[in-house]
C-alpha cells in the first residue's frame, strides 16, 4: 500500500503547539499500528507573511492540491491585523478553501458525558448528543453576484447580495449529508427557507429529487432554517445529519457547536469534490482560532486539533478502526478527570497541553491493547 500523505500546515498562535501534539499523534500510528504516512509541512497565514509576503505561496498551494489531506491548525493573531485584506492570514485560509474546491464543510457537535456540564443547556438537553451540520461552502449568497454598495441617486445608498444555487450545488452537498447519514443514524433534515425564498424552494425540491433518486434508504426530513435554530436549543438530540446552504449554515454550526460548551474540543472537515480514483480533496482544522492570549505557554487544548485528525484518519483514509481509538482515548482522560484550562471544571485536575496529549498517547495504548 503507497503512504498516505499529509501536508501539515501549523500557522499561527497556538497553532504549532498543536501541530506538535498531532504530529506525535500520527507517529503512533505509524509506531504502534504500522500506517504510514508522507508527511510534509508547509507554511500558512501570518507566518507565511512574514516569510514570504504573502498569506499563502503557490507552492504551498500546489502541495495542497497534491497530497491526500491537509491538517491545518489555525491563523491570524494581532500582528498582521492591519494588513490588506489580500495579505491577512485569513486570506491564505480562503485561497485553500477555493482552489481546493471545499463545497462540502462537516461540522460535528459530540457532547462527552464527562463535559456535559460545560454545555449552557440543561445537561438532559444535551447528554449524548452527536449531530453532524453540513453546511455547503463555496456558493450561495457569500459568494452570488450581483454584489457590492452603490450610491443611489437620492443621495441613499444600497447594499446587495445574491443568493444563488444551481442544481448541482444542491446535489452535490446533498449528496455528502446522505452518505454520512448511512455511516451514522441514517437520518438527515434539509434546512432552508422555502416559504420565503427561491433559491430555498429549489434547494428542498432538489434535496427531494436526489433523495427519490438515490438515498430512499435514508429518512429525509426538512425544516425552516429559523425553526432549525429553535429546535437546535429546545430539542438538538432530534438531529443526525444537518444539511443546509453556506449562510444558515454557518449559523447553525456555531450555534450548533456552543451545545457543546468548549471550542478547544472541535474539529471540522472541509471536502471536496471526488475525482477519478475516488479521492476526495480534504482539509481538516478546530473550528478554534489561534488563541493569541495563550500562545507559546502550553495552555492550548490540543483535542480539537486530535479530533480534526481522527476525521482525516475516517474521511480520506477510511480507517474506521484506527479514528475510533483516537476518539475513544480522548473520552477516556476526559473521564479522568484531566483537563486543560478552557474546559476546567471544579474538582477536576488542570494540564498542560503536552500533558494532555501524553495522557491520550498513553490511553492509546491501552484502548488498543483492549
Ligand atoms: P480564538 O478561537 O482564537 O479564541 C477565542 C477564545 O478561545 C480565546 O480566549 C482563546 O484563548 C480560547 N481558545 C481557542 N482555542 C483554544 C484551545 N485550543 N485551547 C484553549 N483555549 C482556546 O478566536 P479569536 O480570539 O476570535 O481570534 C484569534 C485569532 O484567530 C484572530 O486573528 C482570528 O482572526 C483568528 N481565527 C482564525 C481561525 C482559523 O484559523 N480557522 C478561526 C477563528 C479565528
Redesign the pocket.
Known sequence: MSKRSLLLLP?????PE?MRQVRRVIDWYTRKRGIEFAIEEGLV?GCSYDAHGTPLTDETMARALAVDAVL???????K??NLGFDKR??AG?LRLRKEMELFANLRPAKVFDALVDASTLKPDVVRGLDIMIVRELTGGVYFGTPRGITDLPNGERRGVNTQVYDTHEIHRVARVAFELARKRGNKVCSSEKGNVMESGLLWRQEVIALHKAEYQDVELSHMLADAAAMQLVRNPKQFDVIVTDNLFGDILSDEASMLTGS??MLPSASLGATDANGKRKALY??????????AGRD???????FLSFAMALRWSFDLQAEADILENAVENVLNTGLR???IMQPGMAKVSTSVMADSILREMDKVAAA
Open positions: 500557522g499561527d498562535g497556538i497553532g498543536v497565514g491545518l491548525a489555525a491563523v491570524g493573531g494581532p498582521w491585523d492570514p485569513e485560509l471550542i478547544g482544522e478546530p473550528v478554534h482560532g489561534s488563541a493569541p492570549d495563550i495552555l492550548a487544548n490540543p483535542i480539537a486539533m486543560t484550562g478552557d
